[in-house]
């Protein structure tokens, strides 16, 4: 379901990944688990093409704000906190937003769900290369 490429920009490597189908909770924890692997591996800058995410369930989110928290050098919180777990992550998102995690190309309806959300999303890879802070 992922797809990972690099791309390297100022001697460090952005991990892109792109992801086909809905990100809910059957698919969460792939995006999660994918996130913690590629920051383990020496990772800092992780961008999400999501053009091919036609749906994003509340456990979709719960993996943006997971994603985002581990890229901040953070240890996302435990999904079976749910929805106040989810609420702690968002809000520390909001406060400091993290340069190193940003979400690419959402589809419209996805886009409209993100809008609130505090994630960085671009629609174009030269703004989102030009945005992260390595």
């Known amino acids: 379901m992922f797809n990972l490429t690099t791309h390297k920009q100022s001697d460090h490597l952005i991990a892109i990944l792109s992801f086909q ?8 924890r792939e995006l999660i ?4 692997e590629l920051y383990t591996n020496g ?3 992780l961008v999400l093409d999501m053009r091919g995410i036609p749906n994003l369930g509340l456990s979709g989110t719960f993996a ?5 928290t581990v890229f901040s050098g953070d240890i996302p919180l435990d999904p079976a906190g749910g929805l106040k777990a989810l609420r702690a992550m968002a ?17 419209p309806a996805v886009k ?3 809008s609130q959300s ?6 174009d890879m030269e703004s989102v290369l030009t945005s992260i802070a390595c």
């Open 91 to 107: 809000d520390k998102v909001v406060s400091k937003p993290t340069p190193h995690f940003k979400l690419l190309r959402p589809q």
């Open 118 to 123: 505090g994630l960085s999303v671009y629609d």
């Open 112 to 114: 409209n769900a993100l």
């Open 64 to 68: 943006l704000y997971s994603a985002a």
């Open 33 to 36: 688990n994918q996130a913690n």
């Open 21 to 28: 189908g809905n990100l809910d909770h059957l698919t969460y």
């Open 43 to 45: 990772y800092r800058n």
